[in-house]
């Protein structure tokens, strides 16, 4: 299957489909994980930046509900657990006080 040529290493960029190079004849290291080319790169993660930052915002939104939702619920069960604390020292303190 493989050509002579490695014409199925050649890299171009995802975005503007320039050649890269050739990752079988070139540097395979730098070129194997090589998506876009110098022009494409920074406004491609830009992109994804503001993208990720979007979607980070979106994705809290709901979590911080209910991380609110189960705060109130753990200080009304705190509540409570003081209020039982207090009747069980003081029936401890009427046993045995
Ligand atoms: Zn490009």
């Excluded at 730098?30 to 994804?48: A, F, G, H, S, T």
């Excluded at 930046?49 to 200080?75: D, G």
């Amino acid at each position: 299957m493989a050509s002579t040529n490695y014409e199925y290493a050649n890299k171009f960029c995802r975005r503007c489909n320039k050649y890269l190079g050739n990752y079988m004849t070139g540097d395979y290291y730098k070129l194997i994980r090589l998506k876009y080319c110098d022009d494409c790169r920074p406004v491609v993660q830009n992109e994804q930046k503001r993208f990720s930052k979007k979607n980070l915002h979106k994705a809290r939104k709901p979590l911080c509900a209910a991380l609110l939702e189960r705060a109130i619920i753990t200080e009304e069960e705190n509540k409570l657990l003081r209020q039982k604390n207090k009747i069980l020292a003081a029936e401890v303190e009427r046993l045995y006080g």
